[in-house]
């Protein structure tokens, strides 16, 4: 099911988004890779990812480094953290100006 969580506005080129909703913080990154959505817990210290470092295709957590890939949440950089579990994605979409995100 589809949730509106921003306008399209609101998240800019190489910018990101948090978003306070009942399934928990979502994070909102725009790239020229696309729209993507995950949560807002990095998979090490379930800290949030405001301020990370955004590339096309990742963000770096602000706190100890670790890249997660947007995509698919998978961490890509090996400090030890290889084995822990992706962040959580979920799938985007825009229409007439807002941001909608999938839950189910
Ligand atoms: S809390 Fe994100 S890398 Fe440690």
Avoid: Y
């Amino acid at each position: 099911m589809w949730h509106k969580l921003a306008g399209s506005a609101d998240v800019v080129m190489n910018g990101m988004k948090i978003v306070a909703t009942a399934q928990g913080r979502i994070l909102l990154i725009r790239t020229a890779k696309g729209l993507f959505a995950l949560e807002d817990k990095c998979p090490h210290q379930e800290q949030t990812m405001d301020g990370g470092l955004i590339t096309d295709s990742a963000v770096e957590c602000p706190w100890h480094s670790v890249k997660m890939e947007l995509a698919s949440g998978k961490i890509l950089n090996d400090m030890g953290f290889l084995g822990m579990p992706p962040m959580k994605t979920f799938p985007t979409k825009e229409e007439d100006g807002e941001i909608f995100v999938d839950f189910s």
